[in-house]
């Protein structure tokens, strides 16, 4: 996995927990699902990510 594809992974994980997330920061109260929203996250952007890789695939240099 490229660096690039990493970065694309956690930029869109956080994007997709960070309203969960938002809950657990504001609260002095420690909170168990932190871990899960975090790991569900990234799930569903491996899962984008891929869907995209299927529909536009990468074209290596020299293609048409």
Same mark, same amino acid.
């Given at each position: ?19 969960? $997330? ?7 109260? =420690? ?17 984008? $990510? ?6 536009? =695939? ?7």
């Amino acid at each position: 996995m490229t660096e690039e594809r990493k970065h694309a992974i956690l930029f869109a994980a956080t994007l997709l927990c960070a309203r969960k $997330l938002i809950e657990t920061i504001e609260s002095d109260k =420690p909170n168990l699902a932190e871990e899960y929203f975090v790991d569900k996250a990234i799930r569903k952007a491996e899962f984008i $990510l891929e869907r995209i890789d299927k529909r536009w =695939p990468t074209k290596v240099e020299g293609e048409r």
